[in-house]
């Protein structure tokens, strides 16, 4: 354990988040998600939501501000009645960690297109459905 790192936080992934640079980005994909397939480094962290993950990760970097899509959500499929009020979370941890954060929505296969060129996939357990988040990392102020 270490002094205010979410216990969340594996150290294969607190190593992850230290090696990447400024654009480096990171999916946290919900059980969903085809992680194993897109053909990048995969992180388990089976059992974890991605709510907690989150405020952990944003406790630790900082998203690009040069970039307004630093922040990604997979928009629901045209036609699926689902509405996912985990979002609602996400918008209450940015409002907190990153204020100054919009979010960016981005249609499934350009999303899967995207997550192909990530730095790394970390594979959650979150069972809510369009739960995925790009976040993409920014300097340190």
């Known amino acids: 354990m270490l002094k205010g790192v979410s216990p969340l936080i594996s ?3 607190l190593k992850i988040l230290s090696e990447m640079g400024h654009g480096d ?7 969903h998600f085809p992680a194993m397939s897109m053909g990048v480094p995969v992180v388990r962290a089976d059992g974890i939501g991605i709510p907690g993950l989150l405020r952990g990760i ?21 036609g699926d009645p689902i509405v996912p009020t985990i979002w ?10 990153e204020p100054e ?3 960016t929505f981005i249609e499934r296969f350009p999303y899967y297109d995207r997550a192909k060129k990530a730095y790394c996939i970390v594979a959650t357990g979150e069972t809510a459905q ?7 990392k920014g300097v340190v102020r």
């Open 101 to 103: 954060t919009e979010i």
């Open 58 to 78: 944003l406790d630790l970097i900082p998203l690009d501000q040069y970039d307004e899509n630093h922040f990604g959500l997979m928009a629901v499929c045209d």
């Open 11 to 13: 150290p294969e992934l």
């Open 25 to 31: 980005e990171i999916v946290l994909a919900d059980a």
């Open 130 to 136: 369009y739960a995925n988040v790009i976040l993409k």
């Open 88 to 97: 609602d979370e996400y918008a209450a941890i940015l409002k907190e960690k």
